[in-house]
Structures are given as C-alpha cells and as structure tokens.
C-alpha cells in the first residue's frame, strides 16, 4: 500500500512505518489503495478509479441528516431510551451511528481495531471539531484497539454496547461507496459471541446489534427483544449479572 505523507504529517510516518513492519496493515489488494496525508485531510484513494475516501461529518449529506432528526423518523431514540446515556460503540467504522447518537445528547465512545480505519476517523473528528460551527462538544472519543481488550480492561460501566459487525457481503441493499471502502479494508472478526457475552455482563443497561433483517441473530441466546426497520433488525439485549 503507497503512502504519501507532507511535510506537515511528517509525525504520521513513523507510526505508519511500525504498522507496515508488523504487518498491521494488511487487507486483499491493499496494493490498489493509497493513503494520502495533504494538509489536514487524510484520504484513501483507489488507485484504479482515483476515488477518494473521507470521512466527513460536514458533509452536507449527512449533515442534513442530523438536523432532521427527531423522535418520530430516529430509529435511535426507539432504541437508546436513555437520554444522555453512556455508549460504548464496539465497531466503530466510520463513525456514522456514533455521531448520530452523539448529535442525540449520548456520549460515545469508539472502539476501531483496523488502523486505516482509525486513521481516517480520528482525523474526520479533528476536522470536525476544529472546522465546522458545530463540534461534538466532547461527546465523542475514539481509541484505536479490539473492544474486546478494551471491556475486559475498563472500569467504566457504560449504559449500553452498540455493536455493528460487517454484515454478509451477498446482501447488496445496504451498499455505499464508503461501506464497500470499509468492507474491503476490514476483515471478520472471529470472536464475536465471546464479545456480546461480555458486553451483556459489563454494561449498566443493554446491548444493542445491529443486523441486517435477512439475517439470523449473531448471538446464541435468544433476545430480549427486536426492533425492525425495513432492511435492519436491532437485537437487544438487557444486562444479565455475572453469577
Ligand atoms: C460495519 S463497520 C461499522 C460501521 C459503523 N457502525 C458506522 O456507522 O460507520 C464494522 C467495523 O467494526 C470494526 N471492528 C470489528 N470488530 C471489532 C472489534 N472487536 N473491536 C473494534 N473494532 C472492530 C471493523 O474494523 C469495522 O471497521
């Protein structure tokens, strides 16, 4: 994977270096995309039709999206009860449902393993907060890791886990240039239940997954409840006590 880094990143190399070496950066033909470092932006390019990837919050898409949320059209508020709760997001992505559910009053924290991904959000959340009018006003925080580590480790109890896996690659309905970007450079994650075990275990509150709607739930253990939309399901689950 090239990657092109200005004078004004230049702190960016050595870590990117590290993760080359160890072979951290590995995803199949990772040798079709560039990461470019200009200026404050960083974005993925794919070599064969010169798209860039960005992340931004600003964008008029989704920023138009956020200021029509409300009670009745947010499947969100359904599902996150709790107002100004605590949420863990497992896989945070590209930082969408984090930042609707921040723009929502919620605090976020973002858990995202792969490190391009990380990359490219954490400098979407730097642009955010230094450029637009709006910030998140700290309401989100981003660590780069396996939610997995990070819940055995932490003492912070949070109100709900959210947690979003790559869905099936067959089912097309829900495809978009990014989520197509982020199913490429992410691979499965193969301990899943032993994750939503211990999210059920350690929150205050509940486990929400999303899940598309032709799918059969990931965990073993039967919901609590669900909630549809027409191409998602949500499987909740409420905090069991550790015996
Ligand atoms: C479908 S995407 C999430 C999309 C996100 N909800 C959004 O709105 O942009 C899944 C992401 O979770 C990350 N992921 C998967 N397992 C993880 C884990 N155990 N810890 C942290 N991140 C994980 C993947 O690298 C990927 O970026």
Known sequence: MKIDIDITNKHYSNYIKYLMDNDSIDFPSKDVYELNFI????GLKNKNNKSNIFIDFSD????NRVKKINK???IFYKIFKKNNSTILDCTAGFGKDSFILSSMGHCVTMIEKNPIVSILLNNALKRFNNTSKFSDDGRLLLFHGDSLDYLYNTDQVFDYAYIDFMFDSSKKTLSSKNLETLKILTEDYNKKKE???LAIHKVRNRVVIKN??????IYNQKSDYTIYT???RYDIYLRKNVR
């Open 39 to 42: 200026k404050d932006k960083v």
């Open 60 to 63: 008029k898409r989704f920023s």
């Open 72 to 74: 009745k059209n947010e």
């Open 195 to 197: 994750l939503i075990n």
């Open 212 to 217: 598309h709607i032709k799918n059969d739930p």
């Open 230 to 232: 027409k191409l998602l």
